[in-house]
C-alpha cells in the first residue's frame, strides 16, 4: 500500500506528520511547563500564608486562647475570597473557620505540608496543611487552607481546546503546503521523464540537459545518458552491421544470379552445366563464410563472445600454425621462421585464428625467396 | 542405414533426402516435430537429423521425450541459430553433433558417417590395404607396388584420415580439422597444397589414381572399380 502511494504524496504525509508533531512536542511541553509554574504559585500562596498564622498562633499557649486572636485571623485568612482556612483542635472540633461556612474534607487533615486538591461542584480546590504546636505541653492545633483554583483548571481546559484545533489547522495547512513543496520539488524529475519519454530509435542522439539538475537527480540523470549512449553506439553499430551484409552479399548475389541467368539462356551440354554448378558452389560458399565471419565480429563487437582466459605457450601454438602453412610456403618459396616462447593467458582458439589470419596474409603478400618470421618475446 | 530427417523447410528436407538416399542411406523425412517424435517412435532409425526450430513440436522437444521414452538413437541437429547456450542445451538433451545452417553437405555427410561409425566398435586395423597401396599403422610405413614411399608425419596422417575413410568425400574442413587440428575455415589453399603433395607420392606413377578431387566438395580416396 505505502509503496503505490506517489512520491509528492508521500513527501507531503511526511511534511505534515513532522510538522503536526513538532507542534505538539511543543504545546505539551508548554502545557506541562505552565500546569508546574501555577501549582508552584499556589503552593507559595498557601505556603506564605500558612507560615503567618502558624506565627499567629505560635504566640497562644493553649486551644482555648484561640478566640482571643479571631480579629487578627479574620484579617489575615478573611480579605482572600478563594481561599478558606480552618483551624482544629486535636479533639477534630472546629474552632474557626474563614468563611465561617467553609467546609474541608477530613482526610486532608493529616496530609500536612504535601499539596492536596478535590474536586467540590465542579470547583478544583486545592491546599495544605499544618500543626501548630502551642506552648503548653500535650496542646495543638491543626491548620488547613485551601485555595479555588478552579479558573487555573479552565485555563488548561481552554489552552488544551485551542492546542488541538491549532494541531489539525496545522497538519490540513502543513499537508497542503507540503504537496506544493514537494511538487515544486519534483519539477526537475518530471521535465527528465518528459524527456525520457520521446527517446526513440530516432532520437537516440539526444541526451537529458545535466547542467541546471540538482545535485540527487545527477548521478540518475547520467546513468540514463550513459544507456542512451550504449544503445545508441549498439544500434549505430548494428545498422551498419546489416548495411555492411547487404552490402557485402550483393556482389555475390549478382554473380550468381547473372552466371546461372546465362547458363540458362540456351542449351549446353552436361560439362558446361556442371562447370556453372561448381562455380555457383564455390559463389554460395564465399557467402556462407562471410556471413560466418561478420557474424563473428558482431558478437565480437558487442561482447558476446567471452574468450577464455587459461595459459597458452605461444611457441606451441605458432609451431602448430607454422606447420599448417609449411607447404603452402615452401610451393610459394617462402621461408618460414619461429624464435622465441612465452606464456600468456588467453583463449587458444581465438589466437590461432587470429595468427592464421596474419599468416595467410602474409603469405599472400611475400615476394618468392622472402621470409616470414614468427618472434615470441616480452614487450617486443 | 537408416536416417529420419525432420525439416520444415521442404527444399531442404527434400535435398537433404537426395543427397543422403544417393549417398547409399534409406532415407524418411517428415516436416514437423510430431511426425518426427511418431516416425522415430514407431520405427528403429540408426541416425535422427532433426531442425532445431520446426513447428509444434521444436528439436528440443522431440529429443527430450524421445530420451525420456528410453530411444537412445544418435541425433544430430541442424540449426540457423549459432549461440552458444543452444549448444550447450543440445549437449545437455543428449544430442551428438550440431550443425550450423548454412553447412556443406559434405561436412553434414561425414558427421553422419562419423556417428553411424559410432555405434559399431569395430577393432582397429593396424593395417590397411587399398589396390596395391599398403599402410601398417603400427610401424608408420607405407608401400606401393612394393615400394617403400617416405612420408613426412603431417603426410602420413593425411593418407591414413583418407584410407580410414576410404571412399568417403572428406571436405578441406573436416581434414583440417582432423590432420592439423584447425578448427575453423579459411580460404586458403593449405589442403590443396598438402593433397597434391601426398598425390606425388602416392599416385604419380602409379596405376591407378587413388586420390580423387570431387569439385566443390573435397577429396576421397578410392580404388576405382
Redesign the interface.
Known amino acids: 500500500m505505502i509503496r503505490r502511494l506517489s512520491l509528492t504524496t508521500r513527501l507531503s504525509l511526511l511534511f505534515m506528520l513532522a510538522l503536526t508533531g513538532v507542534l505538539l512536542a511543543v504545546g505539551l511541553t508548554f502545557n506541562l511547563l505552565s500546569r508546574e509554574h501555577f501549582v508552584d504559585l499556589d503552593r507559595h500562596a498557601l505556603h506564605e500564608k500558612l507560615q503567618a498564622s502558624q506565627r499567629l498562633l505560635g504566640s497562644l499557649r493553649r486551644a482555648d486562647e484561640l478566640p482571643a486572636l479571631r480579629p487578627q485571623l479574620h484579617t489575615l485568612l478573611g480579605a482572600h475570597q478563594d481561599l478558606r482556612a480552618q483551624i482544629l483542635a486535636a479533639d477534630g472540633r472546629v474552632l474557626f473557620a474563614e468563611p465561617s461556612e467553609a467546609a474541608i474534607p477530613a482526610r486532608f487533615r493529616s496530609q500536612t505540608h504535601a499539596l492536596w486538591e478535590w474536586w467540590e461542584e465542579g470547583r478544583l480546590l486545592r491546599g495544605m496543611t499544618a500543626e501548630v504546636a502551642l506552648a503548653e505541653p500535650g496542646q495543638s492545633l491543626t491548620l488547613l487552607l485551601a485555595l479555588d483554583v478552579t479558573h487555573h483548571a479552565d485555563f488548561f481546559s481552554a489552552l488544551q481546546r485551542w492546542l488541538w484545533i491549532a494541531l489539525v489547522v496545522c497538519a490540513l495547512l502543513s499537508a497542503g503546503l507540503g504537496w506544493l513543496v514537494a511538487r515544486s520539488g519534483l519539477r526537475p524529475l518530471r521535465e527528465v521523464t518528459q524527456v525520457a519519454a520521446t527517446v526513440s530509435a530516432r532520437s537516440l542522439k539526444e541526451r537529458i540537459p545535466q547542467a541546471a539538475l540538482p545535485v540527487e537527480l545527477q548521478p540518475l540523470v547520467s546513468s540514463f545518458n550513459g544507456m542512451l549512449e550504449r544503445l545508441d553506439d549498439a544500434f549505430v553499430r548494428l545498422s551498419n552491421f546489416s548495411a555492411d551484409i547487404a552490402h557485402e552479399l550483393r556482389t555475390p548475389l549478382t554473380q550468381l544470379m547473372t552466371h546461372t541467368e546465362v547458363v540458362l539462356s540456351r542449351a549446353r551440354s552436361l560439362e558446361e552445366y556442371?562447370d556453372a554448378?561448381?562455380g555457383n558452389?564455390?559463389d554460395?560458399?564465399?557467402m556462407?563464410?562471410m556471413?560466418?565471419d561478420m557474424?563473428f565480429l558482431a558478437k565480437a563487437d558487442n561482447g558476446l563472445i567471452v574468450p577464455e582466459r587459461k595459459p597458452v605457450a605461444l611457441h606451441e601454438l605458432v609451431e602448430?600454425l607454422l606447420?599448417?602453412?609449411r607447404?603452402?610456403a615452401e610451393?610459394a618459396g617462402v621461408e618460414l621462421e619461429q624464435e622465441g616462447s612465452g606464456l600468456i593467458a588467453g583463449d587458444a582458439?581465438m589466437l590461432?585464428?587470429a595468427l592464421?589470419?596474419l599468416l595467410?596474409n602474409a603469405?599472400r603478400y611475400t615476394p618468392a625467396g622472402g621470409c616470414i618470421r614468427v618472434r615470441i618475446g616480452a614487450g617486443v | 542405414m537408416k536416417i529420419l530427417v525432420a525439416e520444415d523447410e521442404p527444399k531442404i528436407g527434400v535435398y537433404l533426402q537426395q543427397g543422403l538416399s544417393e549417398a547409399g542411406f534409406s532415407v524418411d523425412r517428415v516436416a514437423s516435430g510430431s511426425e518426427a517424435l511418431q516416425c522415430a517412435l514407431a520405427e528403429s532409425y540408426d541416425l535422427l537429423i532433426l531442425d532445431v526450430m520446426m513447428p509444434g513440436l521444436d528439436g528440443w522437444e522431440v529429443l527430450r521425450r524421445l530420451r525420456g521414452a528410453g530411444q537412445a538413437v544418435p541425433v544430430l541437429f541442424l540449426t540457423a541459430r549459432d549461440r552458444i547456450e543452444d549448444r550447450v542445451k543440445g549437449l545437455e538433451l543428449g544430442a551428438d553433433d550440431y550443425l550450423v545452417k548454412p553447412f556443406a553437405f559434405a561436412e553434414l555427410l561425414a558427421r553422419v558417417r562419423t556417428l553411424l561409425r559410432r555405434g559399431q566398435a569395430s577393432a582397429a586395423p593396424t593395417r590397411l590395404q587399398v589396390a596395391d597401396l599398403e599402410v601398417d599403422l603400427l610401424k608408420r610405413r607405407a608401400s606401393r607396388g612394393g615400394q617403400r614411399i617416405d612420408l613426412t608425419a603431417k603426410e602420413f596422417a593425411l593418407l591414413e584420415l583418407l584410407l580410414r575413410r576410404q571412399g568417403e568425400v572428406l571436405p578441406k574442413s573436416l581434414i583440417a580439422s582432423q590432420v592439423w587440428d584447425m578448427n575453423f575455415d579459411s580460404d586458403t589453399n593449405v589442403i590443396e597444397v598438402a593433397i597434391r603433395r601426398l598425390r606425388a607420392k602416392i599416385d604419380d606413377g602409379f596405376e591407378p589414381k587413388l586420390i580423387h578431387t570431387v569439385r566443390g566438395m573435397g577429396y576421397l580416396l578410392d580404388a576405382p572399380e
Do not use: M, T, V
Open positions: 556442371q554448378l561448381y558452389l564455390e554460395l560458399k564465399r556462407a563464410r556471413i560466418d557474424l602448430q606447420d599448417y602453412y607447404w603452402l610451393e582458439g590461432r585464428r592464421s589470419n595467410s603469405l
